[in-house]
């Protein structure tokens, strides 16, 4: 038995998420069912960082025991599980041997999501899916400049889901950088949210977002995060940002 | 009468191409439909350049007379076409008024094509049919090295298709310019050929493009890519690349 370490990709839209669910498409229950069709072995994933309904990932990490009959290189097992992943809109793009005790989840030590926003009046068609379109403009460096204050380790009870199953609503913010750059040449602008942590709380990230979209449209500062951070109240926060402009980007280990 | 010119945004999937057709679904006739229901106007669309089916526009140039009852804005009048486009794949992103001798196709200085590859095994997910992914390595270097041959006034009938309706194959390539950068942090590599010139023979930056692959997997050097342009000579060149790479960024005046 050899332990897998999976890079993956994919397009959120149509699955539940990567948990696997009854009667529901998930993004884990796809993998898992094609390593099955390729190797033949009922294996189990285990992931980084679990995805809602409609999330992005350019980069999940997910480890798996497999007993291979034959030796294979990560390039061809990437390859044998894409054959029966295709068409889905799921891929592995690396897979690697890594030590027996390596775990997706408890080994990660840095988790990056990006948030990515359309700020302009047309609803969009290449990134339709891609993106969450604001019909308005947003001031990118209020948000930049009022979300430092999220910045080390915080309760952050005010940007957590109510099904949020995490022991603990302490985190410790790493990194975070809103950036803005022109989208369509025509007034349109691309902004990014990026947010390193440890780990994330369920909705943190589209909490956050909601929240900070408020401070670009004027009606929020830096001083009213703080205090909404402080408060440790979710209603006070901003709306939950919709998933599909989520992305998680890379686990580091 | 007043002269609109309008910036148009739309992926190209599903649509035979910008030019009306008979029993197939065009760019040009949804925006002209919608136009209708908008201001109950029959008018035609003059555009800068017409696209192929499944080929993406981030800037396409179109103009066309219409008479309204009252007064609007720029603003005004591409937010009511796109109520009427929405949820097509196709977006008006800017509108505004030109003197009434302006003319998209005729008065175009410049355009600017992007071709977008994705090299790397995996195949796409979350850009599935926004680039054309090729599965393996090429040298980016070398094909920008190649490209550079084509700048100049030449006859491209090496990279022109036998349905081509252009007076002559004679065109003048202002810049070509090919890119790569990381696209998955694993391997795999993002390429861009941006090409310049006031007007493109039909399926031109798309023959450019498949003989240009070549030269990135070492099959051909920059003194083949000499020796084809002047050959005038299509069996010479390589194959024409995928539409759904292509996207026409932007037109100048």
Redesign the interface.
């Known amino acids: 038995v050899t332990r897998w370490k999976f890079?993956i990709?994919?397009?959120g839209a149509g699955y539940a998420g990567w948990q696997r669910q009854d009667a529901l498409p998930s993004i884990q229950q796809s993998i898992e069912e094609a390593i099955f069709k390729f190797c033949q072995q009922d294996i189990r994933l285990y992931v980084a960082g679990r995805t809602d309904a409609g999330v992005?990932a350019?980069?999940q990490v997910a480890h798996a025991d497999i007993a291979l009959k034959k030796e294979m290189s990560g390039?061809e097992i990437?390859?044998a599980i894409?054959a029966h992943l295709?068409p889905q809109?799921?891929?592995?793009?690396?897979a690697e041997i890594v030590p027996d005790d390596f775990h997706a989840r408890f080994h990660a030590v840095n988790k990056l999501y990006h948030y990515r926003i359309i700020s302009?009046?047309?609803?969009?068609?290449?990134d339709?899916g891609?993106a969450w379109q604001i019909n308005r403009p947003l001031d990118a460096a209020a948000m930049h400049y009022a979300a430092q204050v999220l910045i080390g380790q915080h309760d952050f009870s005010a940007f957590r889901d109510s099904n949020c199953q995490a022991k603990s609503p302490v985190k410790t913010m790493r990194k975070i950088d809103v950036t803005a750059r022109d989208y369509?040449?025509?007034?349109?602008w691309e902004i990014i949210i990026a947010a390193q942590s440890q780990s994330f709380l369920h909705h943190q990230m589209r909490n956050i977002t909601g929240t900070l979209i408020k401070v670009g449209k004027g009606e929020w500062n830096a001083a009213d995060v703080k205090k909404i951070l402080e408060s440790r109240d979710r209603a006070s926060a901003g709306p939950t940002a919709p998933p599909e402009g989520l992305y998680l980007m890379?686990i580091d280990y």
């Open positions: 890079t990709e994919y397009k992005h350019r980069g390039h990437a390859k894409n295709r809109s799921i891929a592995v793009i690396k302009r009046s047309a609803f969009l068609t290449i339709d891609l369509d040449g025509v007034g349109g890379r």
